[in-house]
């Protein structure tokens, strides 16, 4: 069965589970003992810090091994901001965030701290001026992932990080979804990733904090690793982990390129093959293995339910919000359509007969499930009313905008159809379904029970 999500989890890679297996036999005692077990495990530890730093492109001391990729994100935010708190209490991120990121700052606005959100494009990238309007006399850090999570674009961060540099404040970098493909350019201060990222086990991260930056641990003071992360460390999945990016590392640029081409191919073919899509992040600036798409018309969760009987494994906007029914940040942030969103992430040897089988099934997947919701085939033909009101109030996505398409062709050129609905998706999916079509979004305002969406008919 095809698993297209890698960039939830990639499989565990070759080189990691050979590690691992080597490694439990030697690496079981604790590397801080002076006695033959300790020293062995400790020379297993020091190598493959030395592995992973080299990598990340730090200082092994300047490297610590955590139990996650989000446990590397919060360290770095409350150590930081802890070390400079005489600098003042205020913290800069962008819109699109993985949400361990986003839920810290929200944790630190909420004890009292600010926090300033920068806005992105509709391609999902910030722009370094913006960013560097956005620093002021009491930023005490700014946070920057190197590539979106859900959509693949990739962002300015050499350019991000010489305005932090310029304006005196710490750069900390997500790097959980590129670090497989390559060194995060630029003057960064800390960098957090994930092992099970780019193939290796899950419950190990990495925090490289620079020498000179202020930092601060939280927490009871422990003597393991700089005392970024307490306890007793997993020596056998440490070593894996390093093992496994130097593996990836090793064929990144080929795997790269080729991964680059079939992800190309469906970028390209999707929208030739579904009517009514739109391929979101920036086709050019991104990751080669990501691509994401949204299907108007269609339900994202009985889309993936519907993929995964036809043994194709694919995600729905960010991996961390699928599960709920409010519509992705990220997609929210760039101003795109977010109903019937697909995310197709490929795993380092995916083949190409497999992409193409997916391209053969994907139409007809999505036109099932449009006929079961009773999605508009064509448009209906021009009506004398001036305006209609259709009420959507309790339906959830994708349903209010099946209901204005339809209801469009009630009203002549000119005419105003007005939806009203409470679903959260709604304000989202109604101007991009405009913007798709070729009409008019004349704006909205609150109703009892939810919202009135007005949609001018221009064509």
Known sequence: MPYFDAASSAPLHPVARQALQASLDEGWADPARLYREGRRARLLLDAAREAAADAVGCRP??????????????????????????????????????????????????????????????????SPET???????????????????????????????????????????????S????????????????????????GVGLLAVRKGVRFSPQG???????????????????????????????????????????????????????????VVGDPLRRLPHLVTFSCLYVDGETLLHELDRAEFSVSSGSSCTSSTLTPSHVLRAMGVLSEGNVRV???????????????????????????????????????DAQEFVVDSLGKLCPIPVIELAKAIGNVPVGGVVTVLADDEAARLDIPAWCEMRGQEYAGEHPVAGGTAYRVRRTS
């Open 220 to 278: 009871p003071a422990d003597e393991r690793e700089s005392g970024r992360a307490a306890g007793f460390e997993n020596i056998p999945a440490i070593v894996a982990a390093a093992a496994s990016l130097r593996a990836v590392r090793a064929g990144a640029a080929a795997e790269a390129e080729r991964l680059r081409g079939l992800v190309d191919r469906i970028r390209a073919r999707v929208a030739e093959l579904v009517p009514d899509v739109e």
């Open 345 to 383: 992430s490929l795993p380092t040897g995916t083949p190409e007969q497999e992409v193409d089988r997916f391209l053969e099934v994907l139409p007809e997947v999505v036109a099932s499930v449009r006929t079961r919701l009773g999605a508009p085939v064509a448009s209906a033909g021009a009506a």
């Open 61 to 126: 001391d300047e490297l610590s091994f955590t139990s996650s990729g989000t446990s590397a994100v919060h360290t770095g935010i409350y150590g930081s901001l802890s070390g400079r708190r005489r600098v003042g209490r205020h913290l800069a991120v962008s819109a699109v965030e993985h949400s361990s990121v986003l839920h810290a700052a929200a944790a630190h606005e909420a004890a009292g701290g600010s926090v300033t959100e920068v806005p992105v494009d509709r391609t999902g990238r910030v």
């Open 179 to 202: 670090l497989a493909w390559g060194r995060v350019e630029g003057a960064w201060s800390m960098l957090a990733a994930s092992a099970h990222k780019w193939g290796g086990p899950a």
């Open 131 to 177: 960013y560097a309007a956005a620093l002021r006399r009491d930023t005490a850090l700014a946070c920057l992932q190197s590539a979106n999570h859900e959509v693949g674009t990739l962002q300015p961060v050499a350019e991000v990080a010489e305005a932090c540099r310029e304006a005196g404040v710490p750069l900390l970098v997500d790097a959980a979804q």
